[in-house]
């Protein structure tokens, strides 16, 4: 049985302790996995997990990346309100190919297999500023950035996936990656 889980569960990634769920969205993926391990472990099943941090890339969600790119497409300089946490972005390429790669590989017989793969784990500001790099260049475009000061901290200051990805083995190109992204959202 493989279960895709967060790395906002409890007890999952690296960050800032304690590790707890801290979000409804983390708490239930955390109580899923639970039953999903208590049950697997009851008829026998070999339990493995997928642990999902940040993806971004196209058809993502509109979140993060999106707003920077589209600001950026506007002529208008982008805002971090959230600059210091420490996160793990991952193109969403990378991330299907890892799983891929995970959900294809035989596991052996009572094993529990996991992996939580991770390509960015950066702060936010550090990660916008990546992605600023890489749409100014291939945009030609300012893409202006400004950090804000966050004071406050309501979600653990750090959170990242543990298991750093060989893109080559997995035949990703990163290049190819951030024109991929780029291109999805340009006019």
């Known amino acids: 049985m493989v279960l895709t889980g967060s790395f906002f569960e409890a007890n999952e990634g ?9 979000s409804p969205y983390g708490l239930s993926k955390t109580l899923t996995a639970a ?8 008829e026998g099943f070999t339990f493995e997990k997928f642990v999902i941090p940040n993806p971004f890339g ?3 969600e509109p979140r993060f990346t999106a707003y920077l790119v589209k600001t950026w497409l506007a002529g208008e300089t982008a805002r971090v309100q ?3 946490y420490v996160r793990d972005n991952i193109h969403v390429s990378l991330l299907a ?8 590989a ?16 950066e702060s936010q500001g550090a990660f916008a500023e990546r992605v600023r790099r890489e749409a100014a260049a291939k945009l030609h475009l ?29 035949g990703w190109s990163e290049v190819q990656a951030w024109d991929e992204l780029v291109a999805y959202y340009a006019p």
Do not use: M
């Open 97 to 104: 190919k890892a799983y891929a790669a995970f959900v294809g």
């Open 82 to 84: 959230t600059p210091r």
């Open 14 to 22: 690296a960050g800032s302790a304690p590790l707890r769920a801290f």
């Open 106 to 121: 035989s596991p052996a017989p009572g094993t529990v297999r996991r992996l939580n793969p991770s390509l960015y784990p």
């Open 142 to 170: 300012p893409c202006g950035l400004e950090l804000g000061a966050q004071t406050e901290f309501p979600e653990p200051p750090v959170r990242i996936n543990t298991d750093l990805v060989d893109a080559e083995t997995l």
């Open 58 to 60: 196209p058809y993502e």
């Open 35 to 42: 039953a999903a391990q208590f049950y697997a472990d009851r």
